[in-house]
């Protein structure tokens, strides 16, 4: 897994350096950690005399106020005054250090933190906290072996660390590469505080995937997605949930982030898909993806179309694979998208369509059996009576060990189909020609009929003349 830093802890500690003249004048840090360690025990110092304590009384409200070069004048009548004691030359250093951290200033306020602490000058316990604040700038200053040496030496007298503080430590220790002693820091204030703020989260996620403890990370992500639903928080959950072989977890994760609108571009996109097909819900996938393709955020390449065609595939909708088959194998430089269409034109009885895509698989190559190629073309031309067609294919399929025999079985069929066509056109052929000779038999019968029609009626008029003849003599006689 990536490693994951805190984010923004640098700016809070900025921040947390810039109130250190309050904790300086604040004394003990509370209660929650067990007392097993004694308190400091109160340093005998020597006190502050009247002028002194004018000058640090004034440096102290101009630092108040923001007034920095105000504070800075009076400490620097201070600095040039050679009959301060210890306590009052430590106590113009530990305030010089708290005017430079409130401007931002880290290294001169280390400087000045620095010079105060070797001076001893202070009570233990403005001493003990004056080495807190020193730690936490040299975490801001990136100088984590100091920074981890000054903590150790504080938690060893420390009697009430706080949350904050185990927070602090885990930031150098987990920098000099000391990972199960930093997460067993971040795990301390975890525990201690009642509402863990969202860096100390952002620190034990990362101390977490540090020791590849992926089940508390998800743990811990599950905080982050409920109190910040973030989005880089929503992916980091599904990615732990993978690792932890959480499927459906990681896809409900994932999903949560699409609904909210998180998931921007093509490759957050792509993956919500292809978790939505690798948990069976093909559907939601081809929507995602046709959704994506459609407003531009998903890049329409032949990976994309071929997947979007698996999930309408795998969703049961053959009609609705056709197209992306048909643009994915267009994009492609090889002929196996275009023999995976015509697998789908066959199963729906598009013979001519299925036909055409395997002459493009065959032409555009690349393919890891064209042998089977050649044998789905006999049989799509088999299926629309394409004999000729059927009978190049089989002969090309019968090329293939793995194809001869079933090849041969097909092209003994396509001899009897095309035998029994030659039959069926010869008896319909001879049909004809008998319908023909019935037709020319019959025409003539017809002619005979009609001339011995005519001579009954010349006989008949030939007779009638003479019965008209012997007709007068009988009425005579």
């Excluded at 800075?72 to 708290?98: C, P, R, V």
Aim: one cysteine or more; hydrophobic letters at 40%; aromatic letters at 8%.
């Amino acid at each position: 897994m990536k490693r994951i830093l805190p984010i923004g802890w640098r700016r809070m500690l900025a921040l947390l350096c810039a109130a250190f003249f309050v904790l300086g004048a604040g004394g003990s840090f509370g209660a929650d950690e067990p007392r097993d360690k004694p308190k400091p025990q109160t340093k005998k110092v020597k006190s502050v005399g009247q002028w002194a304590y004018k000058r640090l009384n004034a440096a102290h409200e101009a630092l108040a106020e923001e007034k920095y070069g105000e504070a800075i004048s009076e400490l620097a009548d201070m600095k040039g005054n050679s009959k301060l004691n210890e306590h009052e030359k430590a106590l113009m250093w530990q305030t010089y250090g708290y005017v430079y951290s409130a401007q931002g200033k880290y290294q001169q306020s280390i400087d000045a933190f620095e010079k105060c602490l070797a001076l001893g000058g202070l009570p233990e316990v403005a001493q003990l906290n004056t080495l807190y604040n020193l730690a936490q700038l040299y975490v801001v200053r990136e100088k984590y072996a100091q920074a981890a040496a000054s903590f150790e030496k504080w938690f060893s007298q420390a009697p009430d660390p706080p949350a904050e503080a185990h927070y602090m430590y885990a930031i150098p220790l987990l920098q000099t590469g000391r990972k199960k002693e930093a997460l067993t820091q971040a795990e301390q204030a975890l525990q201690k505080a009642k509402v863990p703020k969202e860096p100390w989260l952002q620190l034990a996620l990362s101390l977490y995937f540090e020791n590849q403890r992926y089940r508390d990370a998800a743990r811990i992500l599950e905080i982050l997605v409920t109190r910040f639903p973030k989005k880089q928080y929503w992916m980091q959950l599904s990615a732990v949930y993978s690792e932890l072989n959480e499927h459906k977890k990681a896809l409900g994760a994932l999903e949560m982030a699409y609904l909210q609108g998180m998931l921007t571009d093509d490759r957050e996109l792509t993956n919500l898909a292809q978790l939505y097909l690798f948990n069976e819900v093909p559907y939601k996938a081809a929507r995602v993806l046709e959704k994506g393709m459609a407003d531009g955020t998903i890049k329409a390449s032949a990976e994309t179309w071929e997947m979007l065609a698996n999930a309408w595939l795998n969703a049961r909708e053959r009609e609705k694979a056709l197209r992306p088959l048909e643009k994915a194998a267009a994009m492609s430089s090889k002929g196996q998208l275009y023999m995976r269409l015509a697998q789908v034109q066959i199963d729906r009885e598009q013979w001519g369509a299925a036909r055409g895509s395997l002459h493009k698989a065959l032409a555009k190559g690349g393919l890891p059996d064209r042998g089977a190629a050649q044998f789905l073309l006999g049989i799509a031309a088999v299926s629309d009576s394409q004999w000729e067609d059927a009978q190049k294919a089989f002969e090309a399929a019968a090329e293939y060990d793995d194809r001869k025999q079933a090849s041969h079985e097909w092209l003994a069929h396509i001899a009897q189909e095309q035998e029994a066509d030659a039959l069926e056109a010869a008896e319909a052929e001879a049909a004809k020609d008998a319908v023909e000779d019935g037709e020319e038999e019959g025409a003539g019968g017809a002619d005979a009929e009609e001339e011995g029609a005519g001579g009954a009626d010349a006989e008949a008029a030939e007779a009638k003349p003479a019965a008209s003849a012997e007709e007068p003599i009988a009425k005579i006689s």
